[in-house]
């Protein structure tokens, strides 16, 4: 399946991509069904309430991930790329006195905030961790329509039987999806380098030219340009954050003090051969800071990985080489292609994988888009991608409260960290290595199978458990 760098990179809110995005995109899913003819509604029916229940990792970190309030603001007609963060309180409020919501094109419909979503803990949906049905009800409450969603992660929604097909495809070999018109049809890192190796090109040049195959050249370079300077903008507002995150952890913001002893140091001239790390540290921080208070971030590629390429890339552009517009893009595109790749062979989720797969897999992106802006070849590149991966392998989604804030800041932190020191060594190589990406990243995916579930953002295992005050 063919994975656009703008599904891998989508403009939205914290905290979570998978539970916070990716709630609001099915409630606006569901809406779009209601109106629809595409359901079996029976005569004289009319739809009067809503209700939604959540399950899995939905249901037992939805509070901390702000699923609920997702759920409420969707089925308000608010979608994830253009809700304002500083009115989603008043829109919330407004339902709650209200007791009803009224999205664009539709009637009000009955909605008790607190009753119509069900946090259901012992009921898992079969297909995913991140499961959630959805009701439409007539007057007198009984079901007139259900429809279950599945969010696989980094904003992805899916139904159940679009999630059964996509499960399906994965498993078919990319030269069977050439008919869509992908010049480059690559679904692993293998056929990745064959085809580079055949065509002389780049990395980014054929993700280039598969996206190319769907829009213009001068849409696919304003849309680029559009998301990094979302996740520049990011750095900056978190960099000007000030105060405690919410959610009851009381967690300090940090990254606009480190900015501030990292500027005066910079100032004074003083050498610190840790300046970089901190300088980069300090930019996923940023980033991640924002997201947990609910701000406007990138999935990149989920809300809760998202400081870890924005992160390089500014690393890049500050600390090795000045770089234009081009190389940016070319960062981006790279990147895309070893997240859509680790997507269709393995999982993206922390709910599926754990934390392996969120940060893991940013990582490995990150690496790899530094290689090619500074000049790797494929391999080199692939290498980097890589070496990012194999050393996130085995590690859980433990969110403490189930927020997004204790360990994942930090996390990206030192997922960009690794990101720059895999892309270092790769480039130092001629590119051979001992594991290939492919075998890494099925790896994860075995891994990930065989982790208990409370490590896998159910908040019921790990550090959200063996921290007293959580």
């Not at 005569?43 to 509070?63: K, Q, W």
């Not at 517009?325 to 859509?340: C, P």
Request: aromatic share 6%; charged share 20%; hydrophobic share 45%.
């Amino acid at each position: 399946m063919f994975l656009s760098v703008f599904e891998v990179f989508k403009i939205g809110i914290g905290p979570s991509s998978s539970h916070t995005m990716g709630p609001m995109s099915a409630a606006n899913r569901f809406l779009e069904l209601i109106a629809s003819n595409d359901w079996p509604r029976p005569a004289g029916a009319v739809v009067s309430g809503l209700r939604v229940s959540l399950h899995g990792s939905l249901a037992y970190t939805g509070v901390g991930h702000a699923s609920d309030r997702a759920v409420i603001l969707g089925l308000a007609g608010e979608k994830p790329e253009t809700v304002d963060p500083d009115a989603m309180d008043r829109i919330i409020g407004e339902i709650r006195e209200r007791g009803a919501v009224e999205p664009p094109g539709h009637p009000a419909y009955r909605f008790d905030c607190d009753a119509d979503v069900i946090f259901e803990k012992k009921e898992a949906l079969p297909g995913h961790a991140n499961g959630m049905a959805f009701y439409a009800l007539n007057a007198d409450g009984a079901v007139l329509l259900r429809q279950v969603y599945y969010s696989i992660g980094g904003g992805f929604v899916l139904t159940d039987t679009e999630l059964q097909a996509w499960k399906e495809q994965k498993s078919f070999p990319a030269a069977e999806k050439a008919e869509d018109g992908t010049p480059f049809p690559f679904a692993s890192a293998r056929e990745m380098l064959e085809m580079a190796n055949r065509s002389g090109l780049s990395i980014a040049a054929m993700k280039r030219a598969n996206e190319e195959a769907r829009m213009s050249r001068s849409a696919l370079d304003a849309g680029l340009d559009q998301i990094w300077d979302a996740m520049d903008g990011c750095i900056e507002r978190g960099l000007k954050g000030e105060g405690e995150l919410p959610g009851g952890l009381r967690v300090k913001r940090r990254a606009g003090r480190l900015h501030e002893k990292l500027s005066e140091a910079r100032r004074l001239n003083r050498f610190d051969p840790m300046m970089a790390n901190d300088w980069l540290s300090m930019f996923a921080m940023a980033v991640n800071e924002e997201n947990a208070a609910g701000g406007r971030v990138v999935t990149a590629p989920t809300n809760g990985a998202a400081g870890v390429v924005p992160a390089t890339l500014r690393y890049l552009l500050e600390f090795e080489q000045p770089m234009g517009k081009a190389a940016i893009r070319d960062f981006l595109l790279t990147a895309a292609a070893i997240g859509g790749i680790i997507k269709t062979n393995a999982s993206i989720s922390g709910a599926e994988v754990g934390c392996q797969g969120e940060v893991g897999s940013a990582s490995a992106m990150a690496a790899a888009g530094l290689a090619a802006a500074m000049g790797g070849t494929p391999e080199q590149v692939e290498n980097a991608a890589e070496i990012a991966l194999e050393h996130h392998l085995g590690m859980t989604c433990d969110p403490i409260a189930g927020l997004v804030q204790v360990p994942c800041i930090e996390r990206n932190a030192l997922g960009a960290v690794k990101a720059v020191t895999a892309a270092s060594l790769a480039l130092k190589g001629d590119g051979s290595h001992f594991v290939p990406l492919d075998n890494c990243i099925e790896t994860m995916r075995q891994t990930g199978n065989d982790m208990h579930e409370k490590y896998k953002e159910t908040s019921t295992g790990g550090l959200a458990v063996n921290v007293v005050d959580c």
